[in-house]
Every structure is written in C-alpha cells, then in structure tokens.
C-alpha cells in the first residue's frame, strides 16, 4: 500500500512552485507599495495651485534649498501675479545661496511681483547670498533675530591637482584657441594673468550684486558697501544695518502682508503655495520619513554666497 508522508502531503505552494510563489510575492509588493503611495499623496495633500479656492486668498512661494534653476519659482510667481484674487504674497525663504543667473531671473521676477501686489519675505533658518538678493525686492522682508543672512558676496572656487599629476607622473596636454581659454584649470598652476582676469569676473558680478541690493533697499551704495564683503550678519545685525525691516516669524509675516493688502491681519484666509515639486514617488515616500537629498554645484562654478 502506497502512502505519502506528512510533510510531502503537506508541503506548501511555496515549496511546490517556488518560481511562480516569487512572482506572486513580487507583485504583492508592488500592490502594497502602490496602495501606500496612493495613501501617501492623498493624506499629504500636496501643494494648491491658485484655482483651487473661489475668493480671495494669499499666495505663498517656497524658495528652498540652493538656487541652480529658477524656472519653476518664477512660473509659480507669473500665476500669482496674473491671478487677481490673490491679494498679496509670501516667499518663504530658507536658502544658503545658488548659482548667480537664477538668484538674478528670481530677483526680477519679484521686482515685477512686487509691482503689481504686496510682497513678504519671511526668512528661515537661512537667507543668504542668493537668498538674500532675491528677497530683496520684496516690500517687507522679516528675519528671525537667529535667520543667518546677508553674505553679499560672489566665490569661485577651484582645486589644483598638479603636485598629484607630478608624483604619479602624468603629464598634462592642453590645446586652447588663447591664453586664457583654460584659466582655472585644475591641471595646471595658475598665473598672475589668470587671477586678475578670474578676479575681474568675480568683482562685475559682485558688483552687479551690491548695486541690485541698494537698488531694491533704496539703500545708499556706499552706506551698503561696508556689509557686501561677504560677511553673513544674524536676523538682529541684519535689522540693525538696514538689510532687513522687522523680527518675527511666518505668523507675523502673514499678519504684515494682510495689513498691507489692507485685511483684518487676525481674519483667516485661504493660501496656496508653491511651486509644486514634481518628485519622483520614492523621494516622497522618504521625504516623509525627512529624508533628504541634497545637490552641490559643479566644481568651478561661480556662486554666491
């Protein structure tokens, strides 16, 4: 008489088909995840777009992080600026500096901003640099006493790799249609010559920094000059040298920018913010978890800050 054994008789599907049960489980995975990203976005809201509300409201543009691309901020402000019932507008701004063609795009677009309705700035843990010459516009800018901002101020930085070529005896080659075609190279000493026309570019976008600070402050030049060395100044150095208007925090910001646009500073109000950030699902999922995952310039590249 033939038997099967208990544990033959019993054996699961796992054991049976261990090809098709890692399929199945894998397309667990993927229904689960899916259903946490669906969880996600919609217990997370995301940003508004200003036609998510009827009736007045506020606007609130985020400028976050170091500035390399201003296209998004500046769309986000061209549709706050052309809606009209957004009545005024906050920038929210936390951000050590960036690349000097956006904080320059960023700096205009709140200029035209500006024209048009009031504008805010509240400034985060930091507002500097870049940070600093795009809220300057603005016709309130708040600090926290503790905000690091200021720092007007422009840095190339470079590296210099001959000693390591020399010691592992690798020999530079170089074809440059002119002398200073490749000013800055890493791969070889830099001359005199290099310096001055390097530091030629570094003194008329510095230049060009002060004189659009002072401009949008309605600050003396030369009053200014003594803070544009690059110095970074605290929320309270920052008040006391005339970079900044007044002390306080979002809330307070808020209630300003209500007083200027001429409502009840107390009375509530529907905001949108942006610009939505378009990150990919599983920077979501682990921005959640405050995960975060942060860019750095090219080396050579000129920076402010």
Partial sequence: MLSSSPTKRNSGFSQKHPFLFGIMLIMATMILLTGVIVAFRFFSGGQSTALDFDGDKLGIVRIEGLLTNAEKINTWMRELRD??????????????????????????????????????????????????????????IMANPSTITGSIGVIMEMSNVVGLFEKLGIER????????????SPFRTMTPEDRQYLMGLIGDIHEQFVNDVA???????????????????????????????????????????????????????????????DKPWLKQILGAIQLDIHTDLPQGGVVIR
């Fill in 173 to 184: 080659q170089a074809l440059t249609s002119g002398k200073l075609k490749d000013a800055g």
């Fill in 215 to 277: 401009k949008a402050r309605k600050i003396d030049i030369e009053t200014l000059r003594p803070f544009a060395d690059g110095r970074a100044l605290t929320g309270n150095q920052a008040l006391a040298a005339g970079l900044v208007d007044k002390l306080g925090g979002f809330e307070e910001a808020v209630e300003e920018l209500k007083t200027l646009c001429g409502l009840d500073p107390k009375k509530p109000m529907p905001v949108v913010e942006g610009p939505k950030e």
């Fill in 83 to 140: 809606d009209d019932s957004i009545k005024g507008v906050i920038l929210r701004v936390n951000c050590p500096g960036g690349a000097v063609a956006p904080s320059q795009e960023i700096y205009h677009a709140v200029i035209r901003l500006a024209a048009v309705k009031p504008v805010v700035v509240t400034m985060g843990s930091v507002a500097a640099s870049g940070g600093y010459y795009v809220s300057a516009p603005a016709q309130l």
